[in-house]
């Protein structure tokens, strides 16, 4: 099993442009999350979904998009990236018992 | 809102020593985890925790969770290189049975000294 997987790893982009991030599991697992990882700042949660066709607010939701078409996928999209969107974006994916298994995370600088 | 504050933020240890890491929540922690994170990858889950007095043990790590369930910690016995890296707790969101995602403390940098 590969787990969690998202692409891409990297990815510089200039302020202004789009861009879709792909999150990818597994595992069967109904619940996957997006969070963002930021220096002094933690681990804070972006959005959310409890099953498929589903998608919540978390903690830093503006700037975001997310959509849950199949079960196995949870894309997070920025419209227009900022730079105070650079971080590092970590998908993680949750089953029974409630354990949260994280990816590799996506490094994005914007310029 | 839920608040999770890790002590110390970094430690340097010398190999072959114990440490301990804390943290102590704002509110009743209703699941506490932990993960350990290299520098430049993902999350790696250690153990998880629910039961106030509960403890939990892999290999040299052992968790603890405080019978009032507010503060955890883990500690290292016979540190070595391998236990060097970042690590994170995390607590449940007390809404939908923590299905809102996890609440994460700011992390503690650990060095291992040969």
């Known amino acids: 099993n590969a787990g969690v997987t998202q692409t891409p790893k990297f990815r510089v982009l200039k302020t202004g442009q789009s861009m879709t991030l792909l999150c990818a599991q597994d595992m069967n697992h109904e619940y996957m999350y997006w969070y963002r990882q930021d220096p002094g700042m933690g681990l804070r949660l972006i959005h959310y979904?409890?099953?498929?066709?589903?998608?919540a607010k978390g903690e830093v939701p503006d700037g975001y998009n997310v959509s849950r078409l199949k079960k196995q996928n949870f894309l997070l999209g920025l419209e227009s990236a900022a730079p105070s969107q650079t971080s590092v974006y970590f998908c993680?994916?949750?089953?029974?018992?409630?354990?949260?298994?994280f990816g590799p995370g996506t490094r994005l600088l914007v310029l | 809102s839920q608040e999770l504050e890790q002590s110390p933020q970094s430690l340097i240890v010398q190999e072959g020593k114990n440490l301990t890491i804390n943290c102590t929540s704002s509110k009743t922690l209703y699941g506490l985890y932990w993960y350990k994170q290299k520098y430049g990858e993902g999350l790696i889950f250690l153990m998880m925790?629910?039961?106030?007095?509960e403890e939990k043990s892999h290999e040299k790590i052992t968790a603890k969770l405080d019978e009032k369930k507010q503060q955890s910690s883990l500690h290292i016995t016979a540190s070595q290189p391998s236990h060097a890296g970042i690590y994170l707790c995390g607590a449940d969101g007390a809404r939908r049975g923590g299905a809102d995602g996890l609440t994460f403390g700011k992390g503690t940098h650990l060095i291992i000294q040969p």
């Open positions: 979904s409890v099953g498929e066709g589903t998608t």
């Open positions: 993680a994916s949750r089953g029974t018992p409630k354990t949260q298994y």
């Open positions: 925790l629910q039961k106030g007095g």
